[in-house]
């Protein structure tokens, strides 16, 4: 029995010593968050959320993400260590698929260039992946990644509602640019 208990303790000891503190600490920060959105602070405007979001640690929001995947049910794997990360920010099961998470904590509109080395990096690692950020997508975005079928970009209401547990749009099928439209008025 003592031995058992001396065997349990030491393994608890060790699990916690992989995981650095710094990353615990970013870890409850997330969850803590998590349950706040999901909890009271759901219905709060958006412009206080995207306020908040913006306001937390860079890396804690990166956790916040994989915490409310997991809430949904999904796999998460996360990084070992934060910085010297590839690019990627974690990893993510939806639908039997493994997608890649790059997460921007940005006040202002996302750069196309990171878009384009984002879709770089799923090229490169054979994968779909997830651009979350909290910044304004701008027209180039928007074309960078409609024109790709690696990527998809979460920002906006659809942030939100991963957030809050709200319904997620569907990511299965890759998006598409709308057709343009001639001076006419007429579908080209």
Not at 50 to 61: E, G, I, T, V
Not at 66 to 92: A, K, P
Request: charged fraction near 25%; charge should be positive; hydrophobic fraction near 45%.
């Amino acid at each position: 029995m003592l031995l058992a208990l001396c065997v349990i303790v030491v393994a608890l000891l060790l699990h916690r010593a992989r995981v650095p503190i710094r990353h615990r600490w970013r870890r409850r920060q997330a969850r803590a968050m998590a349950l706040q959105l999901s909890g009271r602070d759901r219905l709060q405007p958006p412009q206080l959320l995207y306020a908040r979001l913006r306001a937390m640690d860079p890396l804690a929001f990166e956790e916040l993400l994989l915490e409310c995947f997991e809430r949904r049910g999904h796999g998460v794997v996360r990084n070992r260590r934060y910085t010297g990360d590839g690019g990627i920010d974690g990893q993510v099961m939806i639908e039997g698929e493994i997608w890649l998470i790059q997460a921007k904590r940005y006040a202002d509109a996302i750069r196309p260039e990171h878009v384009a080395a984002f879709d770089a990096l799923c090229r490169a690692k054979g994968r779909r992946g997830l651009f979350i950020h909290t910044g304004r997508t701008g027209p180039q975005s928007r074309v960078m990644a409609a024109g790709s079928d690696r990527v998809a970009i979460v920002s906006g209401r659809a942030l939100l509602s991963l957030l809050t547990g709200g319904p997620l749009p569907d990511l299965v099928t890759p998006r598409q640019l709308p057709r343009p439209i001639s001076q006419s008025g007429r579908w080209i």
